[in-house]
């Protein structure tokens, strides 16, 4: 965690603030905590899945096909109902009108050769990468994987934690706007590592998703042999309901779009799912040994999801009006600089509150899905803050670490429910059962409490059920009496 000497940021030359044009918002806590306030409430409500973010063409979409303007939640419970009474006719229109892919039910699964070809045209420096991605992947998920435990409550009285892994999940990979194959190591690695045989993957059919090399490349050489080439709300539905030709699953993961976040928290309770998540999200918590260049970086590299929310907090005065420089300089020379200037505007701010204490406060407030600690005491500042999907610390530490290679899955809590979710990761592919062993001994030791409870609860079959044992010990060797 190497910080720049202080001659460093002193020395380096500033055009004039005037010479910025990124709207981004500027707030001076300090001196305005209501208005620092107010934008991040206006934010947090933008970017929730009840905050609606649908570009102007997926708007258009929906009245082109469904001949009316339709709120997102609305659409996707047509969709869901269409797939879940009508099978697999349903999701082949809905890919065709929404995806404009014309797909037959032999079209959907991507086949054995397709896999096996893409994997032998992949450049070998790519498959060594996602060698390397995977070892760091399995270790850590390996490492935390929750174990049996069996404990002797005395005589008679053995109590067992039992987990068994799911028989079958889906994963949803993102693939409107670009290609993830970062998405598919998160999701299958960490399920792979609990032990789950049946992996189903849906992907979108476009360019970046279905039908992408590099793509399809990673699935071969993570021995994924089950993907179909559907995506947002209807994907889901397959998953959730079972079609023909899909089996349902026990649990749907990975990221997506505000109608896949949707239909995941629809389903849920015909099948598990990981997390309702939203748009990317950062805070980048810096003092005076943070660099402006690596800052600007780090928020820019949420913002390019498009949409991303992208918080700098800091007490050092003057801080922000430079990282806002940084920004305005990077943008200019990135792809994708004109998507994450956007986010910046929309959904960033530059934030001044007082002191340390402030900073933790208000970003304990947010709960973000991604926190970044540049400071000079990364790891005390941590100790105090508790609510934030993936904590990076240092001014080494980008997220983009643990976007790709670190080893904790980047599927994470979004929209402030890191107040209390969690990311994901082998163990959320575990099922718990307790296994509870009783003699006579041991039921006699337990018999006064629950009875006693029993008649307090009015359940007289419950406390009838241990007295009929113990009025009743057979003699060892022979049946119980009648």
């Given amino acids: 965690m190497s910080a720049p000497a202080p001659s460093d940021l002193r020395d380096r030359p500033y055009p004039p603030p005037g010479a910025t044009t990124l709207a981004m918002p500027l707030i001076d806590a300090t001196r305005d905590p ?11 409500a933008k970017l929730s899945p009840q905050g609606d973010v649908v570009s102007p063409r997926g708007r258009a979409l929906t009245r082109e096909v469904f001949g009316e303007a339709l709120a997102p939640r609305e659409v996707v419970q047509r969709i869901l109902e269409q797939v879940r009474t009508r099978g697999c ?27 096996a070809q893409a994997h032998r045209a992949a450049a070998p420096e790519y498959l060594d990468t996602i060698r390397r991605v995977r070892g760091h992947l399995e ?8 174990q049996d435990i069996t404990v002797q409550r005395g005589p008679g009285h ?9 028989k079958r999940v889906g994963v949803c990979v993102p693939g409107g706007a670009a290609a993830y194959p970062s998405s598919l190591m998160m999701t299958v690695i960490p399920a792979r590592a609990a032990g789950v045989e049946q992996i189903a993957v849906v992907v979108p059919p476009t360019a970046f998703g279905g039908y992408n090399a590099n793509l399809l490349a990673a699935c071969h050489e993570l021995g994924v042999t089950e993907i179909y080439r559907i995506g947002g709300a209807q994907a889901v539905a397959a998953l959730a309901y079972g079609v023909e030709g899909i089996a349902p699953v026990d649990k749907i993961v990975g990221p997506g779009n505000l109608f896949v976040a949707l239909a995941k928290q629809a389903v849920y309770g015909v099948v598990d799912i990981d997390s309702i998540a939203g748009p990317s999200e950062v805070v980048v918590l810096a003092d005076e040994t943070a660099r402006p260049d690596y ?8 913002a390019e999801h498009a949409p991303g929310s992208s918080l700098l907090i800091t007490w050092v005065e003057g801080l922000a009006e430079q990282v806002l420089i940084h ?3 990077q943008l200019a020379g990135l792809e994708r600089g004109d998507l994450a200037r956007e986010s910046l505007e929309q959904f960033g701010a530059l934030i001044r509150v007082a002191n340390r204490d402030e900073a933790i406060a208000l970003t304990n407030q947010i709960a973000p899905e991604h926190l970044h600690i540049s400071t000079n005491q990364p ?7 508790h609510a934030a999907g993936a904590i990076f610390l240092g001014h080494d530490a980008p997220v983009a670490a643990g976007d790709y290679a670190a080893g904790p899955s980047h599927v994470l809590p979004t929209g402030g429910t890191p107040r209390w979710a969690s990311g994901l990761c082998s163990n959320d592919f575990l099922k718990r059962t307790s296994l509870i062993e009783i003699d006579h001994d041991g039921l ?15 359940l007289p079959g419950h406390k009838l059920s241990v007295t009929i044992r113990l009025d009743s010990r057979p003699t060892p060797g022979q049946p119980g009496q009648s």
């Fill in 34 to 44: 209501q208005t620092a306030a107010d934008t991040l409430k206006a934010l947090r």
């Fill in 89 to 115: 006719e349903a999701l082949l229109e809905f890919t065709r009108k929404l995806d404009h892919a014309d797909l037959t039910p032999d079209t959907l699964r991507v086949s054995a050769d397709e896999l």
């Fill in 139 to 146: 270790a850590f998920q390996t490492a935390i994987l929750h």
């Fill in 158 to 166: 053995r109590l067992t934690q039992r987990y068994r892994p799911l």
């Fill in 295 to 302: 800052l600007a970086a780090d928020l820019i590299s949420q």
């Fill in 327 to 329: 920004l305005e300089r």
């Fill in 379 to 385: 790891a005390e500042d941590a100790e105090r803050l």
């Fill in 444 to 458: 006699a030791a337990l018999a006064p409490d629950i009875t006693r409870l029993a008649d307090i609860e009015g």
